[in-house]
């Protein structure tokens, strides 16, 4: 699975480090509470099953809120 792999960790953390917790990586938009890592570029299934890296790649991950995921 996708988002329990050491890989996605890995770059979850790395994420998350790098935008210090910011809704949009904007500083001073601290997220308090869940953290969602999006892709800004859709993954298909084939990009899991292929385990592409480009959906690994920091340049089109972004931390965002449950709410801002959803706008």
Known sequence: MLYTS???LNIRDG???RDLGCDLG?????IHGKI???HMNPITI??????RDE???PEF???TT??????
């Open 6 to 8: 050491k890989k996605w």
């Open 15 to 17: 994420i998350i480090i």
């Open 26 to 30: 904007i500083e001073d938009y601290e």
């Open 36 to 38: 969602i890592v999006h």
């Open 46 to 51: 084939e990009d899991i099953e292929l385990d």
């Open 55 to 57: 959906m690994f790649d």
């Open 61 to 63: 991950l972004i931390c």
């Open 66 to 71: 449950h709410d801002t995921h959803n706008a």
